[in-house]
Structure formats: C-alpha cells, structure tokens
C-alpha cells in the first residue's frame, strides 16, 4: 500500500504552493491523478519509463495498451512528434485545448512503454484549469489514462478515484466534477483521411466543419471479430464495466421503454434486483426496479456527464442487471452509445 496524498484544488481560486505538491510528485517520477474536463487522468512523466511503468501496475492495465500524453502548451508538442500535418494544425488551433487527442508519428525521445510499442504517439492538451496548472508546473509532458482501475467506468467525480486508486497512487488531486464525462476524441492524423479511433468530446460533425471528411473505425459500434481489429488498442478490452451484466436495448422508444418493463418483470420474477438506466422523458414509465435518469434527451450532453456516474451508482445499489435505454448515436450520442456498448460487452436486445 501506497500512502496516497490527497491534495484538494479549487479550481476557481488554484492554491499554487498545494498545486506545486502535486507537480513535485510527478517531476520526481511518482503517480498522481488529476481532474480533466472529461475524465479524471492518473499521470506520470511520459518519458521515464519507471513512472511510467507505475501507472501499468496502479491500474492493472495491459501494457499494449497506449497511453495519451498531455501537454499545457502548444510548444510542448515539438519535442514528441516527427512532423505535424496541416490538418493537425488546423485541429489544434481550433480544439486545444480541449477534448480532442490526436496522433502523430512519435520521436525518439517518447519511450515504448508509453506507446505500447507504437510508432505513434497520441498526444493532448486538456482545458481544465487544474490540469493545465499541473503539466505546467511539473515542466515534464504527462502521460495520463483515466483514473479508474482497469475495467471499470472512468472517473468523473473526486469519489470514483478514491475508491480505484487510494493506496495505489502517490497523490490524488481533488477538483471537483468533470464537465464533459466521456473521454476525448483520439483522431488519427497520420494518414490521408483522418479516422476516429475513439469517439468523444468533440464530435465527428465538429471535426468535419473544419478539415471536411473524416472515417471512423469500423471497429468502434461492432463486436470485436478477428478481422476487424480496432486501430485504438484500448477499444478491444471490456470496459466501463459495472459489475451488473448490462443490457442495451435498441428501437423506437416507445418500444424500448415497453420492451423494458416486460424484460424487468420476468428478470425479478426469476430473483433479479433490477436497474434501469432512464432518461429525464421516460423514468416516470417504469412501475418498479431501481430506475435512475441518466439525462435528458434533449440535451445529450446531460447524458455524457452522467454516464460512468449512473454506471458506479447502480453498482452501489447492488443490482445484478442493469437494463439501458439507447439514444440516438449523432453528436457526443455517438460517444455515449460507444461506452455503453462496451459496459454491455455488445448485449444488445434490438425492439
Ligand atoms: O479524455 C481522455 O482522453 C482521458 C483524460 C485523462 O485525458 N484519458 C484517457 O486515456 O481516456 P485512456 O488511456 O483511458 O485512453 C486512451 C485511448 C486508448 O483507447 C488507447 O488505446 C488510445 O487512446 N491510444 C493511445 N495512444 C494511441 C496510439 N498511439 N494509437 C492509437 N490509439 C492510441
Ligand atoms: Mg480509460
């Protein structure tokens, strides 16, 4: 057991000298996580390969799986890229700092373990006031997965580390919610036509308005086969897992919510302790289980902010089945269904 320092920011008045702590922690090649504005990060100095190595073992993630370096200036990016192609440039002065990760061939000095043995490096400037501060006042670039133990729903609320990482890591700096609450968008720039790897923050439209067309990976929405490896190593692991077998449920919604309620009898009929994730339209149509509104559907950004909250919540609710509503996959809609469709591990019963 680690004895984890937990350092509390407010991130409208920043107390530097606590701040400082945090930054000495990494500049001497310890663990500390961190608020973002979309979920909390766990960093460490993204060229020492021991803090680097730190991270791996605090979340028992595999070590094939990249890690994202953030940065706090634009300057920052020089050293760990080979070249920056126009398109990234027009992103980055567009997005960053922001939800937005991009890939570039990697340099030399950008250890293996960071990239998982890639050639490529992905690579982010984070908008949160805090993280920004800390990368700054570290002076090292901070390679960050997010804050959870592997497996789990990322975390967006100071609680959710906590309870993953106290003991685990050498500090823990508390800043309040993440606002946006679905990872960034990684965006691989390496090649002709841009791809999504992974969908988040800044949507597929946003990406579009500005340096036209962009794919997406196949990969992404689709159970796993062998032919179709995801390009984002990350995307082929189960994630987001609460411990309740999750199942989407996939229709007009109408027939989702009717869907539901004949699913949530027979399942407590059989024993089950149900959950239902609901919206702010539709809660009010179930007659029994642990109902929780993710949001509104009106506003899916609600629902983006919510979604590993609601996930950990049903969790502390002991249910064994968690039955989801699905929304429309246009927008951060398209982010949103890709972390629930990974929590389901691709159950999805279609109305
Ligand atoms: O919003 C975020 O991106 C958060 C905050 C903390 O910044 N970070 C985050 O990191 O979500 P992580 O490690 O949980 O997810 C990083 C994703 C993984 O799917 C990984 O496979 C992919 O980015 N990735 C990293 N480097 C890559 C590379 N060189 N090529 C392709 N995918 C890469
Ligand atoms: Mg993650």
Redesign the pocket.
Known sequence: MKNTEIIRINKENIDLEKLQKAADILKKGGIVAFP?E????LGANALDEDAVKKIFKAKGRPSD????I?ISEIEDIKKLVLEIPKKAEVLMEKFWPG?L?L?FKKSHIVPGIT?AG?D???V?M?SHPVAKLLIKLSRVPVA???ANLSGKP?PTKEEHVIKDLKGRVDGIVCGGDAAIGV??T?L?ITSDVPMI??P?GVTKENLEDVIGSVKVDPAILVKADPDLVP?????KYTHYSPDAEVILIKGDLEDITKEIEKMRRAKEEEGHRVGIMATEETKERYAGGIVISVGSRSNPETIAANLFKVLREFDEKKVDIILAETIEETGVGHAVMNRLTKAAGYKIVRV
């Not at 979309?38 to 990060?41: A, E, L, P």
């Not at 390009?231 to 995307?235: C, F, H, I, V, Y």
């Open positions: 973002t979309t979920v909390y990060g799986n990249p890690l994202i953030h939800p990760t890939i990239t890639l490529t490096v992905a982010r984070p960050a997965p997010s990322s990872e960034s990684v691989d790897l992974r988040g390009k984002s190593p990350g995307m």
